[in-house]
């Protein structure tokens, strides 16, 4: 499926899409039997995941399996970066592990950016941190917990030097049992499926999937976000309040709002197998509520999603084209514009690009739907709840 997403096929067999999306919910209801997890650097989030399992010696002349963020063998290997996080456990009076690696080149002075940490899984703050020794050979961190222990926490090791040599870590023998290197294969694998399903249903899934499966996408660097004056933001929340409360007093038209929805919506969005994708697929979109719906519709830039931002790709020809990335495959980035035409572009003939967090979805629908006619495609879409 991913591969004739990335050829520029979006229009997928609907057999294939729904075994996807059955896949995914699978993993999904799987996926607190893993003991790791990984994710992006925020700051590197196009980076290919740096982590592996190999053999180190330790400081106490134990050679063992370590997980490892130094892909040997692999291209960039030294500079690939990423997160990977335990499962909750339970902080007992202490924790121990081996730590080895490096923060920087030896003739420099050492960098905070590679790091194992200890957090509490409730609110994210950080407990403890240890730095590798700049050493190949492990050594040993232990950590007393007896303030914080019974408290729900997580430990998580941080790669985040993207630099040529000397910038990656590794852990091992770790001590609480939740978190063991031998359960780091399988979870590894199970994260990579469920990665890969993340990005090919990006349009393609159902809301409650795709809000599931967002934390599965690659990272994305923090945009500015494309706020409207005080006086727009006070109109438009007035506006929606009035359409909200107009809503609960109305009788929608179902038949309307579907024959709304195909008009105005469907070149761009999917709901039970009839429209295009776009944009996200709208199954199941009617569990999020009168509000929530009328707030999307009526200001889409408010909640857009990142993966959906618009970005423009200047190109060294002078031209430029603005659109949503759909996909990357190689040297070549997949644009969708407001129209729905595709672009293949080859990323050596882009000069500059740039992301706004702004939707491609037109904010014009307050002008565009008389008030009795929003309530009908309002009332339609609310009743795709099970879809």
């Given at each position: 499926m991913r591969g004739r997403q990335e050829r520029g096929e979006l229009m997928l067999d609907p057999s294939l899409v729904k075994m996807?999306?059955?896949?995914?919910?699978?993993?999904?209801?799987?996926?607190?039997?893993?003991?790791?997890?990984?994710?992006?650097?925020?700051?590197?989030?196009?980076?290919?995941?740096?982590?592996?399992?190999?053999?180190?010696?330790?400081?106490?002349g134990q050679t063992v399996p370590v997980i490892s963020s130094l892909a040997l063998g692999r291209p960039g290997a030294e500079s690939r970066t990423g997160i990977l996080r335990s499962s909750p456990f339970i902080a007992r009076d202490t924790i121990s592990f081996w730590i080895c690696?490096?923060?920087?080149?030896?003739?420099?002075?050492?960098?905070?950016?590679?790091?194992?940490?200890?957090r509490d899984s409730q609110t994210g703050k950080e407990l403890r941190r240890a730095y590798p020794p700049r050493n190949d050979r492990a050594i040993k961190v232990e950590w007393t917990l007896s303030s914080m222990k019974g408290r729900q926490v997580e430990l998580e090791v941080i790669d985040g030097d993207s630099g040529p040599s000397f910038a990656w870590l590794a852990i091992t023998r770790l001590d609480p049992p939740a978190a063991q290197v031998d359960s780091f294969a399988p979870s590894a694998a199970h994260g990579g499926l469920l990665e890969g399903l993340a990005r090919v249903l990006?349009?393609?899934?159902?809301?409650?999937?795709?809000?599931?499966?967002?934390a599965f996408l690659p990272s994305l660097p923090a945009t500015s976000p494309t706020l409207p004056t005080s006086k727009e933001r006070s109109r438009l929340e007035k506006v929606i309040k009035k359409?909200?409360?107009?809503?609960?007093?109305?009788?929608?038209?179902?038949?309307?709002?579907?024959?709304?929805?195909?008009?105005?919506?469907?070149?761009?969005?999917?709901?039970?197998?009839?429209?295009?994708?776009?944009?996200?697929q709208l199954d199941g979109i009617g569990a999020r509520g009168a509000a929530r719906l009328t707030e999307d519709i009526l200001d889409p830039n408010r909640n857009v999603d990142a993966h959906f931002f618009l970005t423009t790709?200047?190109?060294?020809?002078?031209?430029?084209?603005?659109?949503?990335?759909?996909?990357?495959?190689?040297?070549?980035?997949?644009?969708?514009?407001?129209?729905?035409?595709?672009?293949?572009?080859?990323?050596?003939?882009?000069?500059?690009?740039?992301?706004?967090?702004?939707?491609?979805?037109?904010?014009?629908?307050?002008?565009?739907?008389?008030?009795?006619?929003?309530?009908?495609?309002?009332?339609?879409?609310?009743?795709?709840?099970?879809?």
């Open positions: 996807g999306q059955n896949i995914a919910r699978s993993l999904l209801a799987e996926r607190h039997e893993r003991s790791w997890s990984l994710s992006s650097h925020p700051a590197h989030p196009k980076s290919a995941s740096p982590w592996t399992l190999q053999q180190r010696e330790c400081e106490d690696g490096h923060r920087g080149h030896p003739d420099q002075p050492p960098h905070k950016n590679n790091f194992v940490r200890l990006l349009v393609s899934a159902p809301a409650d999937l795709r809000d599931q499966l967002k359409r909200v409360g107009s809503f609960e007093l109305a009788q929608p038209r179902m038949e309307n709002g579907k024959a709304l929805f195909k008009t105005h919506c469907a070149s761009c969005h999917q709901v039970a197998g009839e429209g295009a994708l776009l944009g996200p790709l200047t190109l060294k020809n002078g031209t430029s084209t603005a659109g949503f990335v759909r996909g990357e495959s190689g040297e070549v980035i997949l644009l969708v514009d407001a129209m729905g035409k595709e672009y293949r572009i080859e990323k050596s003939s882009i000069s500059a690009s740039d992301t706004l967090a702004r939707s491609l979805m037109p904010s014009s629908f307050e002008h565009l739907l008389e008030e009795d006619e929003f309530h009908d495609l309002l009332g339609w879409l609310l009743s795709m709840r099970n879809q």
